[in-house]
C-alpha cells in the first residue's frame, strides 16, 4: 500500500558521533525522495533531496543514500551536534510525475553530551 | 528564500464552531497543500490545490473543505469542528522541482 516508514522510531547518539536514519519506501515507481527536520515546535524543514538517478547525495554533513534494489534511503549526519536533535521524516513522490509526496512517520534523534 | 505563513500559531475552538485556517506563501508557487500531523501517523495530506480554484482531495478529506481564490493564499475550513480534529495543521507549497516548504503550523485544539 502507499506508505514510507522507518525503522526506528528514536535513535538516540552521542554529541560528535554519525548518525544514520533510515528510512523503507514502498513504491518503485517514485522517483523523488527528500529528507526533512522537524524542530519541537515548528514545520519541517527541507534538507536534501535525491532523485532515482542518484544513488548518493552530500549536503553539508549530510549525505542521503538511495538503494532501489531494496527501496530504502538513509540519511547520514556527521559529528551529529545537539542542534540537530529533531525529529526527521522521509518522504517520496508517489509515482513518476505526480505532485504528492507521502511521508513517513518521522524518527526523533536525540543527541546527548 | 520561500515563506509559507500561517494565519495562527495556536487556536482553541468549541466543538460545531466552524474554522478557518489561513495559510500564505510569497513565491507565487501554483501547488499549496494542507497536512496535520498526529503523534504516531506522521503527516496525513488533508487537500491540494493545482491552481487558484482547482482543489484535489488529499487522504483524509472528510469534516474539510479548502478554498482558493488567490494563487499565494490557501484556506482549510472546518465546517463544524470536532474533538478528533484536535490536531497540528500544517500548510505547505511547492516548488516546480517537488520541493515544499512548510508553515510554522497551526495547533487547534477542540473542545
Known amino acids: 500500500g502507499e506508505s514510507v516508514g522507518l525503522h526506528l522510531p528514536t535513535l538516540s547518539v552521542q554529541e560528535g558521533d554519525n548518525s544514520i536514519i533510515n528510512c523503507a519506501y514502498s513504491?518503485?515507481?517514485?522517483?523523488?525522495f527528500i529528507w526533512y527536520k522537524q524542530e519541537s515546535g515548528k514545520g519541517p524543514q527541507f534538507i536534501i533531496d535525491i532523485r532515482s538517478n542518484m544513488d548518493k547525495r552530500q549536503g553539508q554533513r549530510v549525505t542521503v543514500l538511495l538503494n532501489k534494489t531494496v527501496k530504502h534511503l538513509s540519511l547520514q549526519i556527521a559529528a551529529t551536534q545537539p542542534g540537530d536533535s529533531a525529529v526527521y521524516f522521509c518522504?517520496?513522490?508517489?509515482?513518476?510525475?505526480?505532485?504528492?509526496?507521502?511521508f513517513g512517520t518521522g524518527t526523533r534523534l536525540q543527541v546527548f553530551p | 528564500d520561500v515563506k509559507v505563513t500561517q494565519s495562527s500559531r495556536y487556536l482553541v475552538k468549541r466543538t460545531g464552531e466552524k474554522v478557518f485556517l489561513e495559510c500564505v506563501q510569497d513565491?507565487?508557487?501554483?501547488?499549496m497543500f494542507w497536512y496535520r500531523q498526529d503523534p504516531g501517523l506522521g503527516l496525513r495530506l488533508i487537500y491540494f490545490?493545482?491552481?487558484?480554484?482547482?482543489?484535489e482531495k488529499g487522504d483524509i478529506p472528510e469534516g474539510y473543505s479548502v478554498s482558493r481564490e488567490k494563487k499565494e493564499r490557501f484556506s482549510l475550513i472546518l465546517e463544524s469542528a470536532s474533538t478528533n480534529q484536535t490536531s497540528m495543521y500544517l500548510c505547505a507549497s511547492m516548488s516546480q522541482t517537488y520541493e515544499q516548504y512548510f508553515g510554522p503550523g497551526t495547533r487547534l485544539t477542540v473542545t
Open positions: 513565491m507565487d508557487h501554483e501547488n
Open positions: 513504491n518503485s515507481a517514485s522517483d523523488y
Open positions: 490545490s493545482y491552481d487558484v480554484k482547482m482543489k
Open positions: 518522504a517520496e513522490n508517489w509515482g513518476h510525475n505526480t505532485d504528492k509526496l507521502i
